[in-house]
């Protein structure tokens, strides 16, 4: 396939992302706003690596790091999530005011 295609469905996946990331005020949606935007970067990743030198697997290799980072962020921002759900009884970001004064 042509990088074009794969470029295209990228930008469709992290546009998609941004909306969600924008317009939500769930925090999980938002959460997974963002995971849309890392498997939009990691499929650019794949899709240069494989057209600009397919035999070497730079792209991937740094994917798998994107990835691991992504699983990071999930687990511990699931994490803060229960917590202030246990403590709020809600997971609307705008009642998310812990740190202010």
């Known amino acids: 396939m ?6 295209i469905l990228a930008a469709a996946l992290f546009c998609v992302g941004i909306y969600g990331l924008v317009t939500s005020r769930n925090v999980i949606r938002v959460l997974m706003s963002i995971e849309l935007m890392l498997n939009a970067v990691n499929l650019n990743l794949m899709a ?33 999530v229960l917590s202030i759900y246990r403590n709020r009884d809600t997971v609307d970001m705008e009642q998310f005011n812990l740190l202010k004064w």
């Open 2 to 7: 042509q990088l074009e295609y794969f470029l």
């Open 48 to 80: 240069f690596s494989n057209y600009l030198d397919p035999a070497e697997i730079k792209g991937q290799v740094f994917a798998v790091f994107v990835i691991t980072i992504a699983a990071a962020e999930a687990a511990v921002g699931l994490a803060i």
